[in-house]
């Protein structure tokens, strides 16, 4: 695998359900990023990482809940999510956070039921 | 309040002139600027940036040009060509030490080249 990897690509969920979005990169990087694409808005940034360490949240609901063991894979923890929340949900990731070029995932995308 | 606009929401052009996409910013503090495009059901792909430093780059088609006091970039694609088809999204970003990697994005403006 080379590049930004995201899994599911398409998930469907009830608004009492739990799910995770998996997010891993291939590309040697230090930071990485969650991104929310509504339709017909610009992509949003949610939560970045740096170093494992969370350096950026972009006053996202708590039903959004990120993890990130190591440099390489970021999870996105959903629970008791709204139908407004579906959306294509991606991932970046960039040598430092800061600094330069993100690279991009395929994006999952969300349908909340 | 969006710190990044692209108002041209669609553009067609004939394949083999030149495209030409453009993006306006608010934010001074903007040092770093990218073009990203993107195809139905993949993610961003990057094109090509610009630091603040420069005015111009050049990457083999693509050429964006920076117009810091007018706030305002654009993207030259020449010759263009049927697979230029996509969305094209600029997004820019502050370097600066307090800077925690955020990208603004602008709404995306989605070209059409015609054969």
């Known amino acids: 695998e080379t590049g930004v990897t995201q899994t599911p690509r398409h998930l469907v969920m009830g608004m009492t359900n739990k799910k995770s979005l998996k997010c891993e990169q291939h590309?040697?990087?230090?930071?990485m990023y969650w991104y929310k694409q509504s339709a017909k808005k610009p992509l949003e940034l949610m939560f970045v990482?740096?170093?494992?360490?969370?350096?950026e949240n972009n006053s996202v609901p708590s039903r959004f809940s990120p993890e990130c063991p190591n440099s390489s894979h970021l999870f996105l923890h959903l629970h008791t999510l709204q139908p407004e929340d579906s959306a294509l949900y991606l991932c970046a990731s960039s040598q430092d956070g800061g600094m330069g070029t993100q690279y991009f995932g395929p994006g999952t995308r969300l349908t909340v039921l | 309040d969006q710190q990044v606009k692209q108002n041209s929401p669609s553009l067609s052009v004939q394949e083999g002139r030149i495209s030409i996409l453009n993006c306006d910013y608010t934010n001074s503090m903007f040092d770093y600027f990218l073009w990203y495009k993107k195809y139905p059901a993949e993610g961003p792909t990057f094109l090509i940036s610009?630091?603040?430093?420069?005015d111009k780059n050049e990457d083999g088609r693509f050429t964006v040009f920076l117009n810091k006091s007018a706030k305002h970039l654009s993207l030259h694609i020449v010759p263009s060509q049927p697979g230029d088809s996509a969305v094209y999204f600029c997004?820019?970003?502050?370097?600066?030490?307090?800077?925690?990697?955020?990208?603004?994005f602008g709404q995306g403006t989605t070209l059409q080249v015609k054969p």
């Open positions: 590309l040697g990087h230090n930071a």
């Open positions: 610009i630091s603040s430093i420069k």
């Open positions: 997004a820019a970003s502050a370097q600066g030490s307090s800077n925690t990697g955020k990208l603004i």
């Open positions: 990482y740096n170093f494992k360490e969370q350096t």
